[in-house]
């Protein structure tokens, strides 16, 4: 008898494993279609539009989709466990995604207007799929800046790690820690590198699609 039950815990966990393989990958996925419309073409380095960026990166139809998405994985892996699941679940946890992403790029804003930076991605001039990937990557950490020069992406990791910091303060206190902000931090930077490499190649990919239907 023990054996079963010992055997029907393995079961479940392998499929809550599965399940959440599965959402994470949906959630990936959703973070690419973010970068699909990424890649800025050149404008003005005025406050006005780069309040218009961080609009659109926090609310956008795309942004919506990727918050959705992953919402979906932090319930199937049932994270936090304090807000349950169901219907009252998930609102709790895509109301914390979507207060998230406000208060990312609410910093985000600050960050880049008074540091004069440039939080546009501009894709490679390169060929190659390993260059193009390092570019994405590069362009993750570094930014450039109104005059046109590059510098370390402070509005970016400055919002991530803030707003990471900001939006755990009503995460249950038994999951509020340090090591949490550190992590989603870095995670954010994660899929910051997910954005700007769907940025960087779907303009490509939808060149071909749009192609082969003619």
């Known amino acids: 008898m023990a054996c079963a039950v010992h055997t029907s815990r393995n079961m479940l966990s392998v499929h809550r494993f599965k399940r959440a393989r599965r959402l994470l990958l949906t959630s990936v996925l959703g973070l690419l279609f973010v970068g699909l419309a990424s890649a800025q073409p050149p404008e003005p380095d005025t406050w006005q539009?780069?309040?218009s960026f961080h609009a659109s990166a926090a609310y956008s139809p795309g942004s919506l989709v990727a918050a959705a998405a992953y919402t979906g994985f932090l319930q199937g892996i049932d994270f936090p466990t304090e807000w349950g699941?169901?219907?009252?679940?998930?609102?709790?946890?895509?109301?914390?995604?979507?207060?998230?992403a406000g208060v990312r790029n609410t910093m985000g804003f600050a960050l880049d207007t008074t540091l004069h930076e440039d939080p546009r991605y501009y894709r490679s001039n390169d060929t190659g799929f390993w260059r193009r990937t390092k570019h994405a990557f590069r362009g993750t950490i570094l930014?450039?800046?109104?005059?046109g020069g590059e510098t370390f992406a402070w509005w970016r990791f400055g919002s991530a790690y803030g707003?990471?910091?900001?939006?755990?303060?009503?995460?249950?206190?038994?999951?509020n820690t340090v090591a949490l902000d550190l992590s989603q931090g870095s995670t954010q930077i994660?899929?910051?590198?997910?954005?700007?490499?769907?940025a960087e190649f779907w303009p490509d990919v939808k060149k071909k699609v749009f192609r082969h239907k003619r």
């Open 163 to 175: 707003a990471t910091y900001v939006s755990n303060q009503w995460y249950p206190d038994r999951v």
């Open 143 to 147: 930014t450039h800046t109104d005059a």
């Open 85 to 100: 699941q169901g219907a009252s679940g998930y609102g709790k946890r895509l109301a914390s995604e979507l207060a998230y």
């Open 190 to 198: 994660g899929f910051d590198f997910l954005a700007n490499f769907g």
């Open 49 to 51: 539009s780069k309040l």
